[in-house]
C-alpha cells in the first residue's frame, strides 16, 4: 500500500525567504509520480509540480522546486523567495503507475504562513 | 491545464435529503473521475474511481448506497448524497484525467452543510 507522510503540520516564513516543505513516501512499486499541491482558503487544488519516479532531474516550476532524494524516498518542496499569496495548505501526493486505478493518495498537509 | 467544473460550489439541504454534485470536464474527455471529500483541517479522502460506463469503485468504509456515484458520459460524473445527515457535511472535490499516466485535475470543490 502506498503512503505519504507529511511530518509539519505548520510552516512560517518571512516573505523573500525560501521554505522547505518535507514530504517522504512508501512504495513497492517502481514506477510512481509525486505531486505538490496548493490549496488555498477557498478550497481548490492547485497543481504546483511533478516529479516521475524514473526521472533523473529535480522537477523545477518557477519558485517551486522538487528535492527528490529517491534512497530515501523523499520529494520536498522548495519554494524560493516567497510571497505572501504562498500563505495555504500545502499537499504531498503520490501516484502509482500499476495496473490499477493510478490512484492520487495525499498527504496530511502544511499549513504554510508567509509573513509580512 | 484543463478545466474541470464543480457544481454547485456550496449547497446546504436539510436533514434526510439527498444533493446531487455535478463534476464536468470542459475541454477534455475523462476517461477517469475520482471523488475525494475533505473534513476541516484534514486531508482529502479518495471516496471513489469511476470510469465512464462502469461502476464506480469504492474505497474501503466508503456506503455505495449513501454515495451514489454515476459516470455516464466522458465529460460528466456526479456524486448523489442520499438521506443526508449532519456527519456528512464536508468538502468534496472531484478530479478528472484523460488517460493512464495523465495529470488529473481538480474541481473547485463543493461544501455540503447539513442541517
Known amino acids: 500500500a502506498q503512503k505519504i507522510t507529511q511530518t509539519q503540520p505548520g510552516m512560517f516564513v518571512q516573505e523573500k525567504e525560501a521554505v522547505t516543505l518535507d514530504c517522504t513516501y512508501d512504495?513497492?512499486?517502481?514506477?510512481?509520480?509525486l505531486f505538490w499541491y496548493k490549496q488555498p482558503s477557498s478550497g481548490e487544488m492547485i497543481f504546483l509540480i511533478y516529479q516521475g519516479s524514473y526521472d533523473q532531474q529535480n522537477a523545477t516550476e518557477g519558485r517551486y522546486s522538487l528535492n527528490f532524494q529517491k534512497a530515501r524516498k523523499s520529494a520536498n518542496l522548495v519554494i524560493s523567495a516567497s510571497q505572501l499569496g504562498d500563505s495555504a495548505m500545502y499537499f504531498c501526493a503520490m501516484r502509482e503507475g500499476g495496473t490499477g486505478f493510478q490512484k492520487l493518495v495525499f498527504g496530511t498537509g502544511t499549513r504554510l504562513l508567509v509573513s509580512p | 491545464g484543463a478545466v474541470v467544473s464543480q457544481h454547485p460550489s456550496w449547497v446546504i439541504c436539510k436533514s434526510g435529503t439527498s444533493v446531487k454534485i455535478e463534476c464536468r470536464s470542459l475541454d477534455f474527455q475523462a476517461t477517469t473521475m475520482f471523488w475525494y471529500r475533505q473534513f476541516p483541517k484534514q486531508s482529502l479522502m479518495l471516496m471513489a474511481t469511476s470510469n465512464e460506463g462502469s461502476k464506480a469503485t469504492y474505497e474501503q468504509g466508503v456506503e455505495k448506497d449513501k454515495f451514489l456515484i454515476n459516470h455516464a458520459s466522458l465529460t460528466l460524473s456526479t456524486l448523489t448524497v442520499t438521506s443526508a445527515h449532519p456527519e456528512d457535511s464536508s468538502f468534496y472535490i472531484c478530479?478528472?484525467?484523460?488517460?493512464?499516466?495523465?495529470?488529473?485535475?481538480f474541481g473547485q470543490g463543493t461544501r455540503l452543510t447539513v442541517v
Open positions: 512504495t513497492s512499486d517502481p514506477s510512481y509520480g
Open positions: 478530479s478528472a484525467r484523460f488517460g493512464r499516466n495523465t495529470e488529473a485535475f
